[in-house]
């Protein structure tokens, strides 16, 4: 499973990545002059480090939406930081139904799946037109010997993972279909605002379906516990654009239980 219940969170050379698939666009960029760097790289790099981090992260993938950026049983080989765009990461089930794991945006790395056992875990798919900036792994732990701050940072991305992982199974082991959307929500608008969006207005990227199979909940529940916020005056709905009304009204449905 990757994130989303967890709280927030110009020309260099072109890294060749040996990667074959989806045959995508390369792009020149620079992680000191992205406007998301703070969101996926560690701070307080020196300048001499930000320069090595620089040419590591040396290529973009345009992924069109639809498409998949890596799919389960595809070797691994690196990790992805979003740069523009929506993910979901999902899995087969046995019935042939796809298992939502998770939704990953702008700013969050995605790929961490795969360190395991150097397969991926899962699918992921470009919930819109995407950019991802590649990072191939052996050149990440390889620089991170040397990178204190890359190397806390990775660790920090993996202990968030598992820590969310427990979030999740909180979720859907203990909390009503009400509970689990509220959390949901509130964790939703609260990653947006860290990239700037406001802290109560949201477009949903992924569909009411797409969120029942998340959390863990049939589509006609998901809509119906829309309808019933939406009644209760707590968020206001226009198709996939949500405004949230009243926040406090979300945080009691929780229960006080924290939104990872």
């Not at 620079?30 to 703070?38: G, P, T, Y």
């Not at 930000?50 to 069109?64: C, H, P, Q, S, Y």
């Not at 690196?78 to 139904?97: N, W, Y």
């Amino acid at each position: 499973m990757s994130a989303v219940l967890s709280p927030t969170i110009s020309p260099t050379p072109v890294v060749d990545l040996g990667i074959a698939t989806l045959n995508p666009q390369t792009f020149k960029v620079a992680c000191s002059n992205c406007n998301l760097r703070e969101l996926c790289m560690p701070v307080g790099l020196s300048e001499a480090e930000l320069t090595r981090v620089d040419e590591l992260v040396g290529a973009r993938r345009r992924i069109k939406r639809g498409e998949v950026l890596f799919r389960n049983g595809e070797k691994f080989s690196a990790l992805f930081a979003i740069r523009l765009g929506f993910f979901k990461t999902c899995v087969a089930s046995e019935d042939g139904r796809d298992q939502v794991t998770g939704f990953q945006m702008a700013g969050e790395i995605i790929g961490l799946d795969g360190i395991v056992n150097d397969h991926h875990t899962c699918d992921a798919v470009a919930l819109e037109d995407a950019e991802v900036c590649v990072m191939p792994f052996d050149k990440i732990e390889e620089l991170s010997r040397e990178v204190n701050a890359l190397q806390h940072h990775v660790h920090k991305i993996m202990s968030r993972e598992i820590v969310r992982e427990h979030g999740v199974m909180l979720l859907l082991g203990s909390m009503r279909a009400e509970e689990r959307l509220a959390a949901f929500l509130l964790n939703l608008v609260q990653r947006l605002h860290a990239r700037g969006f406001s802290r109560s207005e949201l477009v949903l990227r992924m569909t009411r379906e797409e969120i029942g199979s998340y959390l863990g909940l049939k589509l006609e529940t998901v809509s119906r516990t829309f309808s019933k916020f939406v009644e209760d005056g707590i968020i206001e709905v226009k198709q996939r654009q949500v405004k949230i009304i009243e926040p406090d009204a979300l945080k009691n449905i929780v229960n006080s239980q924290t939104c990872l």
